[in-house]
């Protein structure tokens, strides 16, 4: 048994793409960074300072997950990166971004997964500490519920999603999360939406980026895409994608037990707001590894036609 380490990555890598909302072109720029500075994101098209990657800093939890304010430095569409970042392992990295909202790329995280891994982490001599929960938290309102419960080691996902139309209905998706699992069985699964929302959103001037090469677009009786779905229930996978990038807002890696019935990201950022406001739901603790996996032994977005519900 030893103390895990923090990481981050070896050399800085780009990407390019469009916003899903804003459908501008946009580049990001993942640097590494030392030790205990975490996940920060800095705009290099405006004059402000480094904002962190943490829950108190969402400043919108609708369609996405916003931190910090797009006019004044802030970046909209995280969750995709953050949710790499995490099912990664990475501790601490620099997001430089050129505009107010990070590229969609193809809807899921596996492009931010592939440039992570293209570059490598290097371990840090800092101590990695996580977030243990200590006893359960519920969020519930009447469209759904999310929780965290104690978990012994990790974290736990389990996502429920349940919609009237058929061509999704009621999927349900659990998984313990590391890189590898993260890798394989959730960074490719796509957000998406319905063809029938297109007029709303593009009139709030909302999803002018989303197409078919980024979104899974649900017609009235199919699913639009070519290639149809990646995973039989991709749905529920994105909904837990999605989950993993907002619970990485507490700045830490997660060992608790997280659960959720229809819900979304302003649902999952409410539970972290609820987790540290109380002290004796949660401790800080540095967690040990059994043995030598690589460097992420503890694994700690967006429908763009619809709203985040499922």
Known sequence: MKTARQTTLRDQVQLDGIGVHSNAAVSVTLHPAEAGTGITFLRTDQDHPELPA??????SAELSTVVGNPERGGVATVEHLMAALSGLGVDNCLVEVDGPELPILDGS??????AIDQVGLTTLSATRR??????????????GVVELHPHDRGLRMEVEIDFANPLIGRQVYGTDIDPTVFRRDVARAR????????SKLWAAKRALGAS???TIVIGDD?????EGLRFRDEFVRHKLLDAVGDLAMAGAPIIG???????????????????FADPTAYSIVEPTVRRDRGHADIGVSAPAFGPDAS
């Open 191 to 198: 957000t998406f939406g319905f063809m029938q929302d297109v």
């Open 109 to 114: 995280a596996a492009p931010f997964v592939a």
């Open 54 to 59: 943490i829950f108190r800093t969402v400043s």
């Open 212 to 214: 078919l090469d980024n």
């Open 257 to 275: 037990r997280f659960r959720s019935y229809r819900g979304g990201h302003r649902l999952n950022l409410t539970l972290l707001q609820t987790l």
């Open 222 to 226: 199919r699913i639009l895409n070519p």
């Open 130 to 143: 996580a977030i243990k929960v200590l006893k359960s938290v519920v969020v519930e309102t009447e469209r």
